[in-house]
């Protein structure tokens, strides 16, 4: 939000058809923006339930929640915030571009974005993986909980699960609709017809970002101290 | 009549042909008539009405099952049905007029149809989303309704945990998942109104030209998109609980259902002000129209919209009073719940201050009008008996919690419903219903909801617990007053149903104004072109701008 889009037609074969309902383009462009914050603002308070149950889980089980967030991954954790920061940057240049109207370039950095946005996942299902092998997976009948001295501590292992599910099921929507809109991107023409929609994905790319940066902490980092 | 129907080669005889299509566009019941022009329509005045069709059958489901829990409770041993029939028919009563009809019944109609009229756009932000949240809704409806045909649930709307995660037997699973997808059409809904109101407003049409009704519905959508994610978290993680065990709330591993009974009325006790405030918007509308006089307090009124929607955020503690949350967790809760009271009352006084020294017109919407009133009021105030903390241990979970809830949601919600279903029936559909019929349902509903619903505060005060298929005999003479008065409220529904269908076909054309009332809705003709307005329409100078104003605008205005 912070650098304002490009005034209409200033940079040739960049800007927004008007779409019959809205009266002006700048109109247009602001409903866009303002229909997505409202989205990302429930999307946060979506999360910030989550984040609330991990905190009553934690100030109820405090013992069993450090015991069960030391079994997390926290070095994959900590590669895959740096893999969604980097996906950030990569967005942001594709923005930087459109709004210059070099389209090959914000193409490629559109599937860098959708790139890093795989090696997320990739990591994740790794990550998975392991806890699977270490008997982190208590809901699994056929495969007795690692921890299973401490009950509680199934509550803080599948708030875990809920949590980076539900975040890798948005990365993965936004990945696809990245990749969709990539495809429409690539076409000549795009840019002068649907700049913003660049602009209005990139702010949902950053958010799934920013959902990351404090799932990260609050299930990797605080709950190892002591 | 004069050369109706004639034009253009279509003889065929339809529901409601324009009067004239002589250099006139067709209005958007006719623009087109496919039955994909339906389905796939943008048009947010088709979507209203799509909307208003399928939440008047959830209204059906929902009374019949109703009507179900009243025909258990004439008889005090519970020989009617079986005990979890009983359990089965209240949760689809709660579920159903709760997610299906309350909810999305006045925003999704008449604020779809509205808020664009009113300030003067040509349709909502983003009619595509507008269409899909109404697919999204229909789906989650179906869900819902798979789980009824299967067998039913019997955990209560309130799906509280471990009963809804492991003890019940029932088609838990699917209700759950059709009530969160219903929730992302509520979200896509508000996102929308927030959205237009912010950005569609005619040159000129500032904030404080706006209706009421765009005010309410302005902090209903703010209610949508901040309450309705929390309860989707809620439900999901219900949800991976009963389905795969992945459960934070469970109580044998030390998990706390208490916890969900927090994240559920963090959304649940908002989502009243969800379903009251459009009908305090419909009411601001109606009773300045047939009063002929300016609303009182116009910016008292807008202000208390926005005031509900923020302190209702802060009171969902009062439906846990006894549950185990400390004494001052209570005592803070217990206090805010009586701020809710301000601004309701701000609202009553205002419009009773509007019908004070008015040119009153009691047709069928300001019978209905006065009607939520004078329900409202009695509903609000039990409110604060139940807010008080040491009165709540006596009548918490009792009948007295039901009675309350129905004078706020049906005496004022479905009131308001159906008042402005009147009020804005001509500019819908271009036809007027017979006046005489409106005002005998209004009648009607009045008597019977009252007799249904005030034996119900006795019952509670007296201890008769909610959701129970037996009671002592004593109570059989007020539980049989309440199944009478039932059957009366029964007919006052049917009864418009019947005569509004039926003005489709005979109902006399309706001018584009029918009640001398202001504002832009009024302006374009009944009904409107598919673009809403032949030419921009002209902001009025103020609000309200009714032959009558009071004292105040008049000095303002000097």
Known sequence: ?226 | MSATGSVGGTARREPHAPESTLGRKPDYLHAESTLRSWFLTTDHKRIAILYLASITGFFVIGAVAAGVVRLALIVPNGAVMTNDTYNKAFTIHGVVMVWFFLIPSIPATFGNFLIPLMIGAKDLAFPKLNLTSWYVFMGGALFTLVSVVLGGVDTGWTFYAPLSTAFSNTWVLPALIGVTIVGFSSILTGLNFVVTIHTMRAPGMTWFKLPIFVWAHYATSLIFLLATPVITTALILLIMERAFHIGVFDPAYGGDPVLFQHLFWFYSHPAVYIMVLPGMGVISEIVPAFAQKKLFGYRFVAYASIGLASVTFFVWGHHMFVNGQSDLASLVFSVLSFAVAVPSAVKVYNWTATIHKGSLRLDTPMLYAMGYIGLFVLGGLTGLYLATLAINQHIHATYFVVAHFHYIMVGGTVLAFLGGLHFWWPKFTGRMYVEAWGRVSAFLIFLGFNVTFFPQFILGYLGMPRRYATYPPEFQLLNVLSSAGATILAAGYLFPMLYLVYSLWFGRRAPANPWNAKGLEWETASPPPAHNFLEPPEVPRIPYDYPIQAQETRDQHR
Not at chain 1, 31 to 40: E, N, V
Not at chain 1, 102 to 114: G, H, I
């Open chain 1, 1 to 226: 939000m912070s650098s304002a889009p490009v005034p209409e037609g200033a940079v040739e074969g960049v800007g927004v058809a008007r779409v019959a309902h809205f009266e002006t383009v700048a109109q247009q462009r602001q409903a866009a923006t303002l229909g997505i914050w409202a989205w990302l603002i429930t999307e946060l308070l979506l999360f910030s339930a989550l984040f609330l149950v991990a905190l009553v889980v934690r100030i109820e089980h405090p013992e069993a929640t450090i015991a069960a967030a030391r079994h997390l991954k926290f070095w994959i954790g900590a590669t895959n915030t740096v893999v969604l920061i980097c996906s950030s940057l990569t967005m942001s240049m594709a923005i930087a571009f459109s709004r210059m109207g070099w389209q090959r370039a914000m193409v490629r950095a559109m599937l860098a974005t959708a790139a890093l946005g795989g090696l997320f996942l990739v990591l994740k299902g790794y990550e998975y993986y392991a806890d699977w092998d270490e008997h982190m997976m208590p809901f699994l009948a056929d495969r007795p909980f690692a921890l299973a001295e401490t009950p509680a501590a199934r509550l803080f292992v599948n708030l875990y699960y809920v949590a980076t599910i539900l975040h890798a099921v948005h990365l993965l929507t936004g990945i696809l609709i990245l990749l969709g809109m990539t495809w429409m991107a690539a076409r000549a023409g795009f840019l002068a017809r649907h700049q913003n929609w660049i602009e209005v994905y990139g702010l949902y790319w950053h958010f799934i970002d920013l959902v990351w940066i404090l799932a990260f902490p609050i299930l990797y980092v605080v709950n190892r101290s002591s």
